[in-house]
């Protein structure tokens, strides 16, 4: 299971990569921009599936219902 400070450091990493698209733009840059704002989408987009990998995880820990269990499975299945 991943870290909070693995899902936070990524998350720190995709908002450096959007500022420096938002800077590179502001200056006419707009392929480095473009290339920045790919980059922070895929970062965060990691973030996000480690988060939710980790939430899962927690809640299927709880002995929820099985009804429950299953959609929390399905979930996880559907992220990858």
Same mark, same amino acid.
């Given at each position: !299971?991943?870290?909070?400070?693995?899902?936070?450091?990524? %998350?720190? @990493?995709? !908002?450096? +990569?959007?500022? #420096?698209? $938002? %800077?590179?733009?502001? %200056?006419? &840059?707009?392929?480095?921009? *473009?290339? =920045? $704002? @790919?980059?922070? $989408?895929?970062? *965060? #987009? @990691? +973030?996000? !599936?480690?988060?939710?990998? #980790?939430?899962?995880?927690?809640? =299927? +820990?709880?002995?929820?219902?099985?009804?429950?269990?299953?959609?929390?499975?399905?979930?996880? *299945?559907?992220? &990858?």
């Amino acid at each position: !299971m991943s870290s909070a400070s693995e899902i936070n450091a990524l %998350h720190n @990493q995709a !908002m450096d +990569a959007a500022d #420096r698209a $938002f %800077h590179a733009g502001m %200056h006419g &840059d707009y392929t480095t921009a *473009e290339t =920045l $704002f @790919q980059e922070a $989408f895929r970062v *965060e #987009r @990691q +973030a996000i !599936m480690l988060l939710t990998e #980790r939430l899962v995880a927690i809640s =299927l +820990a709880g002995n929820p219902p099985a009804p429950l269990s299953n959609k929390l499975r399905n979930l996880l *299945e559907e992220a &990858d």
